[in-house]
């Protein structure tokens, strides 16, 4: 069977990449504005079905989103076979064939892959795809399909949902029929898996305050849809209530003091808890605050099951982590540090028994390895306290969707260790106390020429600019900073800690401005709180 190359070059030229433009591959897949992301859809439909076709007709899942990003901006990912993140190697084909400039080029370029990565065309290409409620979202989508097309892939499209969904139902068709068989592959499937799961655990347990959930105007809440332009992310969602450190605006005369809230963000893959004091101070419980509770709830359980010798527990951070959790888990647990992003996190995860991966933004979740499945079904308890911890264990291992970072999950497994525990938000809160700490977005030119080592604690370039920071941080008690590249906007990430609150707004706005000099920002544009 041979590469359709006419049909590929005529629909690539409906198709056409904008000159100005380059496009990468990152964490997050294709991210940037949407309205420039046309070509890119046709060529991920193109190289979804050829990555389906590598893998012997398995099912590759394409996500249309763009997360915690304005409404404006939008992209893609692709996901593998088992609701994973897609494979590095395939990152690099996929930014390749993004740049081609041409039909031509981008035609001789698959072909080139398809002859390189040892393509048999005669198998078939099978690929599910889904989008959130972004405006941008239906047009990128017709682009998907064609490039999915060309290829003659059979394609199922799951509609508006979100991209846990997405990710689940790749496992699940892909596993249905096997000892691995995952759920039934629809949203239905998926929600009565986790409900039934939830309702087991907390079963004979008394049912706690209601919680108030900030959807942030996107796939979550569609009934009815939000049309309102531009709301999507805006001033609500996780990636708000963490950057800002305070409640979105529309909740801020309805949450009562000591009543839990979360922030989900626009689809769904990320968690922030936080409640009001009795003073009505805000208080947060971002990502190290949900590991650490997950974390110890879920090694009690396994030493209560008499299984401690046999399931170590781990969790894995990045350098966002507060480091007073890293601090309090380490206590308790091994722990590691590795580069932000769900790929290295996941990957990390996965050389524990039971590996917890939170980033402090809200995303993460927890695997039970094929290993520890195994051994929780087999396993015979000798006492009834030890058969009760480990069915708690077998039903969060169905609770929790092990494919990626899941906000309704992940929430639901919150409410568990909570009513367990009998833990109000303040009680959770008190485990440990975090350092101060601030987060800030420098916009500049070029992010990368901005590069990291040591889990991307360290910077290697621009020269010199590391001993500045190291400096200028020496100056603070508790004090600790490092700049990163974001992989999901064009910006420079600043995080720092102190042990003050006052000092650690000062740090992090002078690395700010050191980052903002370095670069030699726009003075007429530099922000006026850099120091």
């Known amino acids: 069977m041979s590469l359709p190359t006419q049909a590929l070059k005529t629909l690539a030229d409906a198709h056409p990449k904008p000159a100005d433009r380059t496009f990468a591959y990152g964490t997050a897949g294709f991210r940037t504005l949407g309205s420039t992301l046309d070509s890119v859809l046709f060529r991920v439909g193109v190289i979804a079905a050829l990555r389906s076709k590598k893998l012997d007709g398995k099912t590759i899942g394409v996500m249309v989103t763009a997360s915690h990003n304005p409404e404006q901006d939008n992209g ?23 740049n081609f400039s ?33 405006p941008s979202g239906p047009a990128l989508v017709s682009a998907l399909e064609d490039g999915l097309k060309a290829i003659g892939a059979e394609a199922r499209d799951a509609g508006v949902t979100t991209t846990p969904v997405l990710h689940y139902l790749v496992r699940s068709i892909n596993t249905l029929g096997t ?12 929600l009565n898996k986790m409900t039934t799961a939830f309702k087991k655990l907390v079963a004979g347990k008394d049912s706690p305050p209601p919680i108030l959930i900030d959807c942030a105007n996107g796939v979550v809440w569609r009934t009815p ?52 004091d009795e003073n009505s101070q805000f208080h947060m419980l971002d990502g190290d605050k949900i590991a650490g509770l997950v974390a110890a709830f879920i090694g009690d359980l396994v030493k209560d099951a008499g299984l401690e010798e046999q399931i170590k527990v781990g969790v894995v951070q990045t350098a966002y982590a507060n480091g007073a959790s890293t601090k309090y888990l380490s206590e308790r647990v091994p722990v590691r540090c590795v580069p932000t992003g769900v790929k290295h996190l996941h990957h990390a995860a996965e050389h524990f028994d039971v ?3 939170f980033e402090a933004n809200g995303h993460g979740t927890v695997l039970f390895s ?39 999950s992940d929430m639901l497994l919150v409410e568990v260790v909570l009513i367990h525990k009998s833990f109000s938000a303040a009680e959770w809160d008190s485990l440990y106390v975090d350092l101060p700490n601030k987060l800030v977005k420098v916009v500049v030119a070029d992010r990368n020429v901005f590069e990291t080592t040591d889990a991307e604690r360290k910077l290697t370039s621009p020269p010199g600019l590391q001993e500045k920071l190291d400096s200028l941080v020496s100056q603070y008690e508790g004090g600790r ?51």
């Not at 000892?179 to 998926?190: A, H, L, P, Q, T």
């Not at 332009?229 to 708000?240: M, Q, R, T, V, Y």
């Not at 520890?372 to 969707?401: F, G, K, R």
């Open 102 to 134: 041409s039909a031509n080029e981008f035609v001789d370029g698959v072909t080139s892959l398809v002859q390189s990565a040892k393509i048999d065309l005669s198998k078939p290409a099978r690929v599910v795809y889904a989008r959130d409620t972004r």
């Open 355 to 357: 590996g917890v991966y």
């Open 76 to 98: 893609v990912k692709l996901v593998d076979p088992r609701g994973e993140m897609l494979e590095a190697s395939w990152e690099g084909h996929a930014t390749t064939l993004a």
């Open 225 to 276: 849809a939000i049309t309102t332009e531009g709301a999507l992310n805006n001033a609500c969602g996780a990636d708000f209530v963490k950057t800002s450190q305070k409640l979105p605006p529309s909740l801020a005369n309805i949450l009562q003091p000591n009543q839990r809230g979360a922030s989900l963000d626009g689809d769904a893959d990320r968690l922030i808890y936080y409640y009001l």
């Open 179 to 190: 000892k691995d068989e995952y759920g039934v592959d629809s949203e239905e499937g998926y």
């Open 481 to 531: 900073s490092f700049v990163r590249p974001s992989g999901t906007e064009d910006v420079v990430r600043v995080y720092a800690e102190a042990a003050i609150k006052s000092q650690v707004d000062e740090l992090a706005y002078k690395v700010a401005g050191l980052v903002y000099d370095e670069v030699r920002g726009d003075p007429s544009s530099r922000p006026k709180e850099f120091l």
């Open 370 to 408: 094929p290993s520890t499945q195994d051994l929780l079904a087999s396993h015979q308890p000798s006492t009834p306290a030890q058969s009760t911890a480990l069915e708690s264990l077998q039903s969060l291992n169905l609770l929790i969707n092990q494919t990626v970072g899941d906000a309704l």
